[in-house]
């Protein structure tokens, strides 16, 4: 069935603006380490879409339930989405609301709660928007131009913050010359810019993409996040075994790793336990697994109180959201910088654990495997490049999100978020656009290409 040139048109105009609307959120400025030091003229984003409206519901939030209801409306034989995802999503939601419910009931505090789970609402409802509206891999691929052109703007403010303001706090504990949170478009831009290299295979699109993953690499490295480096590794890791096994990629893929294996070895010999610039990044993957700083011993505090939290209260159900974790020690105490960092811990995972026990997280979590699972059958088995090369991402990504979610306040974090409820419409939608799910009674999909 070939598509009518009106609902493409639709289709590709609405990608443009949530991918406009996500450039936005992700170059953000409002809580940026560098705006005191230098210029931030994105800080407006905050006060315009993401500052609540009198109905405590934010701007983007309004204009993605519109986007919702109008692409749901317009029936153009897309079909239904994918049942396993879809499934999984309506229990998320149920089970966020769920949980909330149960911990006011139980004396939890109705604006804490609240601040716990409104990112997950919105995660879903956009999720739900980019799949009733993006009817090609094409659009979803689309997206990725928008992820990367935010991580190179923040690269940019990373790399003027280094060379004006910022050079001597480079590798401290806990010190960042932008935001944590842009560990997540950086990790994902290096990953697309990798995918697009392999796929494309000309010189001109290896070497732009090469200069590009190196200024990336160098805002990693300013922006001292430890975990970045973590992140990095494993979604190359995922991105390696998700490529099909035979084909140029594959090939391609595997030159790459013989030439860099050598060159890591030797890297590490030479680098660990040096405290030149250079290698930070062995440092900071070192302070994860052996060294113990400040931050490390932090974590590790907020871990044991948020396990004690869970045995406390009911490891089943955990504490519902509303309620405080127990707090082990207060020497760790940062309410002075942030009012609620006993109800937004940064490991999201345990945190989830402690407040909806494992009911609750079995009920929140099953979403990320279900789309890790369907983005790699297409990325093996689509029909088509692009979608091939979207799901790649669409699951590598994921294990990049799941280590944020872990380290790093994730469940907090739009670009987490919001990056993760891409990877979760892809799941809803391209299994069926590459040829790779199919409905009871399937219906011709439009613009399949």
């Known amino acids: 069935m070939v598509a009518h040139p009106s609902r493409l048109a639709y289709g590709a105009n609405v990608t443009r603006f949530i991918g406009f609307l996500l450039f936005l959120l992700f170059v953000d400025e409002s809580a940026c380490a560098y705006k005191t030091h230098l210029f931030a003229p994105m800080e407006w984003v905050n006060a315009w879409l993401l500052e609540p409206t009198p109905i405590k519901i934010r701007p983007f939030d309004l204009i993605v339930l519109v986007i919702l209801v109008v692409g749901s409306a317009r029936r153009d034989g897309r079909g239904p989405y994918v049942a396993p995802m879809k499934n999984a999503l309506l229990l998320m939601l149920a089970t966020t609301v769920v949980w909330y419910i149960f911990g006011i009931v139980r004396g939890g505090d109705a604006r804490s709660a609240s601040w716990q789970t409104y990112l997950i609402l919105s995660t879903i409802l956009l999720t739900f928007a980019l799949a009733a509206t993006f009817r090609t891999a094409a659009h979803f691929c689309s997206l990725s131009k928008w992820v990367v052109a935010a991580a190179i703007y923040r690269a940019f403010m990373c790399w003027v913050s280094y060379y004006t303001w910022g050079r001597h706090l480079v590798g401290s504990s806990g010190a960042f010359l932008t935001l944590h949170d842009d560990t997540i478009p950086w990790v994902v831009s290096i990953l697309i810019l990798v995918v697009q290299a392999v796929q494309k295979r000309t010189p001109l699109v290896i070497f732009r993409n090469g200069v590009v993953t190196l200024f990336l690499l160098g805002a990693l490295q300013f922006n001292s996040r430890r975990l970045a480096w973590v992140s990095l590794a494993m979604g190359l890791v995922m991105l390696y075994f998700l490529i099909p096994q035979s084909g140029a ?33 062995l440092r900071s993957i070192s302070s994860v697994s052996t060294n113990e700083d400040a931050s490390t011993l932090a974590r590790n505090a907020e871990n044991l109180g948020l396990i004690a939290t869970a045995n406390y209260t009911s490891p089943l159900t955990g504490s519902g959201w509303g309620h405080p974790y127990a707090a082990l020690t207060m020497k760790y105490d940062i309410s002075s910088a942030f009012e609620l960092w006993q109800y937004v811990p940064h490991n999201s995972i345990l945190g989830l654990l402690a407040f909806t026990g494992i009911l609750g997280f079995a009920g929140f979590w099953l979403a990320l495997p ?15 490049w692009r979608a091939r090369s979207a799901a790649l991402i669409g699951a590598a990504q994921l294990v990049v999100c799941a280590n944020q979610l872990y380290g790093d306040m994730g469940i907090r974090s739009i670009q987490t978020m919001y990056v993760i409820a891409v990877s979760y419409a892809m799941a809803l939608r391209l299994p069926q656009i590459a040829g790779v799910w199919n409905a009871p009674n399937p219906t011709p999909l439009v613009g399949v290409r």
Do not use: E, Q
């Open 370 to 384: 279900t789309a890790v699972f369907l983005n790699a059958r297409v990325a093996s088995m689509g029909n088509h």
């Open 249 to 281: 990629m594959k090939r391609m893929s595997r030159r790459a790793l013989i030439f860099a294996i050598p060159a890591l070895t030797v890297y590490v010999i030479v680098g660990w336990g040096r405290m030149n610039p250079i290698f930070l990044p």
